[in-house]
């Protein structure tokens, strides 16, 4: 009875798409493609019969596809970094997975220190990954203290695109990095990476354009 109920689903998913929301011809492949991967995806890895189970720090962390203490410091030039002891620890938190803890570390001193650039990013990301990559209003918040103490820096934009990016809101990523880059300096710690990633986005809206398949690009984020 599972299978029937998932075949079910990605036979109404197509639909909704297809007639609710009028989906373009063009794209009807691209979806067909991308429902059809999920079913093989599930027919290889799924065990409907096996109990859910919460998931644990550890593997929460084995799950990110990049280091968030890195990407972060790949966007804040060193004249541009904390002084704040408490960020190691938080620092230490974020890199084991557990995001609430990296966050509580850091929520009293963004109070006590509303400049400190660095933690305010620190702890927008924090928040974000501890909601699975959702902008909650706490997060936005953050993100928003931080472009207010530092506003020629392009990690705020960044960090919010990676979050709609992660949410499916492509056009919507797209945007914001374009902005992103059009009113930083030239200069800005990050730039290089930024432009690299918008244009791979770019090729990947393109494609689904065009009604091929889309390949995910590889995110090179802290390497």
Known sequence: MTWIAVILLALLAFALAAVAFRLEKGLWTSLAAALGFGLAGYALQAH???????????????????????????????RDWSQNRLLV??????????????????????ERDRRDFEVWLALAIALT????????????????????????????GYFLGVSLVRQGRLMEAR????????????????????????ARLDAMLGAMSQGQAPTVPEDNTGE
């Open 129 to 156: 990954e501890h909601a699975d990559g959702a902008l909650t209003q706490a997060s936005l918040y953050a993100y928003q203290q931080a472009a207010n103490a530092k506003p020629d820096s392009l990690a705020p």
């Open 175 to 198: 945007q914001v990095w374009r902005e992103t880059l059009e009113a930083g300096p030239e200069d800005a710690a990050g730039r290089a990476g930024l432009e690299d990633r918008l």
């Open 48 to 78: 409907p019969d096996m109990p859910s189970a919460p998931k644990s720090a550890s593997a929460r962390a084995a799950e990110l596809e990049y280091d968030v203490v890195e990407a972060r410091r790949e966007f804040v030039a060193q």
């Open 89 to 110: 620890t938080s620092d230490a938190m974020a890199r084991l997975g557990r995001f609430e803890e990296a966050a509580q570390f850091l929520a009293g001193d963004t």
